[in-house]
């Protein structure tokens, strides 16, 4: 079955190719209606869900909302901090020790396309505690107020 490439869908394709970093679909939304103002958001959705059945993007969840992210550009991972958003590209090198791990250990061969893995960068690490209070530190705070 063949696809009409329509101008719409040739600048959802254009605002992917042409990002610098994943682009979320409402990125690529105001893109497309800056030149486009009758296109509905749902144009753009559809044509990522197109996109991703042809096996040309790769969507991934950032932790706020799912971007996407052209396959061509090849295999590529992510520390992405919760406090502040912050996205670091991770070498896929570092994974190597896991993938290894997990088919030495569980016989598991793992599929690492695109991985983002989630916690607290440096930055946030340094100016703010973690949130998690240990169960003894809520006890001596009640202790010392009785």
Known sequence: MGYRLTPQRMMVVSAIEHSEEHISAEEIYAQVVARYPHVNISTVYRTLELLKKLGLVTEMDMGDRARYHPIEKGRHHHL???????????????????????????????????????????????????????????????????
């Open 80 to 146: 992405v901090c919760q406090e502040c958003g912050k996205i670091t590209d991770l070498d896929e090198s570092t994974l190597s020790s896991l993938k290894n791990t997990l088919l030495k250990d569980y016989n598991f061969t793992a599929d690492l396309t695109h991985l983002a893995v989630f916690g607290r960068c440096a930055l946030c690490q340094r100016n703010k505690p973690p949130s998690g209070v240990s169960s003894e530190q809520k006890f001596s705070k009640v202790a010392a107020v009785d």
